[in-house]
Antibody
């Protein structure tokens, strides 16, 4: 069974750093792109970026480039989303999801999603 | 402002048919990229509903169907049920944004 299990909810202060995780199981981890999606409270889905675990090829949507870092440790089948200095506007639910087909380019659908990690940034 | 445009809300009575539109441009849907649809029930992660314009993953009822034409796509739901009340998002790929996945703004379906 394919599963993506995300790390638990976080409460942080502005300016703090944070790294959340997404652990995959039940599939060939290295061969499927893993993307990250932001959902701010009461708002829609926003694509942040994506990484290919096989070679760590990473792409960011322009609005998130330089704001976050996406990384992966394929030895433990885990992808990460990281901030160096959080802002109140980073308060959101963050989802990871895997592309439905192995390899290839970034275009495609995402058929398995993590349960989400709620990040709250407040002073 | 989302790259793909969806109506903020649609509604229908149980048993009725509703459609949700997704309008893009020549750099995404019009460029031939496939459209996919997700259903998000309150408090849950998105779930893939339709992929590659009109295919359904295993387990998705055939009451849900998708279509694509030109720079637009549509999701149709027939035989509306109370459990269909959710947010629906279209998704595609855009080749003008350094190559990026793009979502529609989402549509809230209310079952009257």
């Amino acid at each position: 069974e394919v599963q993506l299990v995300q790390s638990g909810a976080e409460v942080k202060k502005p300016g703090e750093s944070l790294k959340i995780s997404c652990k995959g199981s039940g599939y060939s981890f290295s061969n499927y792109w893993i993307g990250w999606v932001r959902q701010m409270p009461g708002k829609g889905l926003e694509w942040m970026g994506i990484i290919y675990p096989g070679d760590s090829d990473t792409r960011y949507t322009p609005s998130f480039q330089g704001q976050v870092t996406i990384s992966v440790d394929k030895s433990i089948r885990t992808a990460y989303l990281q901030w160096t200095s959080l802002k109140a506007s980073d308060t959101a639910m963050y989802y990871c999801a895997i592309k439905g087909e192995p390899g290839g380019g970034v275009a495609g659908y995402f058929d398995y999603w993590g349960q989400g990690t709620l990040v709250t940034v407040s002073s | 402002q989302s790259v793909l445009t969806q109506p903020p809300s649609v509604s229908g009575a149980p048993g009725q048919r509703v459609t949700i539109s997704c309008t893009g441009s020549s750099s995404n849907i019009g460029a031939g990229y496939d459209v996919h649809w997700y259903q998000q029930l309150p408090g849950t992660a998105p779930k893939l509903l339709i992929y590659d314009n009109n295919d359904r993953p295993s387990g998705v009822p055939d009451r849900f169907s998708g279509s694509k034409s030109g720079t637009s796509a549509s999701l149709a739901i027939t035989g509306l049920q109370a459990e269909d009340e959710a947010d629906y998002y279209c998704q595609s790929y855009d080749n003008s944004l350094s190559g990026s996945v793009v979502f529609g703004g989402g549509t809230k379906l209310t079952v009257l």
